[in-house]
C-alpha cells in the first residue's frame, strides 16, 4: 500500500501529558499537511511543509504544538501539555506541487483522546 | 476573512438525484475541492474546479461559479454507500492552504 499512513490510529493520554503522531506521505509528494477534525466539522488546516521547510502555521497552532519533517519525508506532530480541548482527529494529507489538481490524499488519521 | 456555508443536513431515497450546495468567501481563490467522508474515516477526493463550469465523472457531476463563490455537487443514481459527509474545500490565493466547510452529511434512504 502506497498511501499515506499515520501512527498511532488512536491515542488516549492524561491532561498534562506530551503525545507524538507520525505521518509517512506518498514517497514522491512534496507538499504534507496537519489538520485537526472535532466531531460534525471539517478539517481545521494546522500546518504544513514543502519538503523539509515549515511554510505556514494556523494561529490555532499554539506554542503547544510542534511540528517537524527533517528530511522531506515523514513529518510528527508533538502536542506538549495535553488540555481536554485537545480531544480530536488528526489528520495528514501529502500532494504533489506542481501537478494542476493539487489533490491532498489524506491519511487514516489518529484519534486523541485526552481524559 | 475566510467562510465556507453548506448545509447541515440532507437526506435523499435510493435511486433519486442530490444538489449539495456550497458557497465560499475566502481572501483568494485558486481551486475546490469536494471530498467525501464516511464516518470515522478520513476524507476522498471526488472533484476539482478551477474554471467555471461543470465536471463531471460518473455519477458525481461539479460546478462552479466563481463570479458568485458558488458551487454543487451533484450525486445521481444514489445507492446507500453514498451515505456520507461531503466536504468543499477552497483552497486560498497564494496556492497554499485549503479551507474546509463544515461538510454536510447525507442520508440516503430505501
Known amino acids: 500500500d502506497t498511501g499515506v499512513s499515520q501512527d498511532p490510529r488512536h491515542k488516549i493520554t492524561k491532561r498534562g501529558q506530551n503525545v507524538t503522531f507520525r505521518c509517512d506521505p506518498i514517497?514522491?509528494?512534496?507538499?504534507l499537511y496537519w489538520y485537526r477534525q472535532t466531531l460534525g466539522q471539517g478539517p481545521e488546516f494546522l500546518t504544513y511543509f514543502q519538503n523539509e521547510a515549515q511554510l505556514e502555521k494556523s494561529r490555532l497552532l499554539s506554542d503547544r504544538f510542534s511540528a517537524e519533517r527533517p528530511k522531506g519525508s515523514f513529518s510528527t506532530l508533538e502536542i506538549q501539555r495535553t488540555e481536554q480541548g485537545d480531544s480530536a482527529m488528526y489528520l495528514c494529507a501529502s500532494s504533489l506541487e506542481g501537478v494542476q489538481r493539487y489533490e491532498q490524499y489524506f491519511g487514516p488519521g489518529t484519534r486523541l483522546t485526552v481524559t | 476573512g475566510q467562510n465556507i456555508d453548506q448545509p447541515t443536513e440532507m437526506t435523499a431515497t435510493e435511486g433519486a438525484i442530490v444538489q449539495i450546495n456550497c458557497t465560499y468567501q475566502t481572501s483568494g481563490f485558486n481551486g475546490l475541492f469536494w471530498y467525501q467522508q464516511h464516518a470515522g474515516e478520513a476524507p476522498t477526493f471526488l472533484s476539482y474546479?478551477?474554471?467555471?463550469g461543470l465536471e463531471e465523472k460518473g455519477r458525481f457531476s461539479s460546478f462552479l461559479s466563481r463570479s458568485k463563490g458558488y458551487s454543487y455537487l451533484l450525486l445521481k443514481e444514489l445507492q446507500m454507500k453514498d451515505s456520507a459527509s461531503y466536504l468543499c474545500a477552497v483552497r486560498d490565493n497564494y496556492g497554499q492552504n485549503f479551507v474546509f466547510g463544515p461538510g454536510t452529511r447525507l442520508s440516503v434512504l430505501p
Open positions: 474546479n478551477v474554471l467555471d
Open positions: 514517497s514522491e509528494h512534496n507538499r
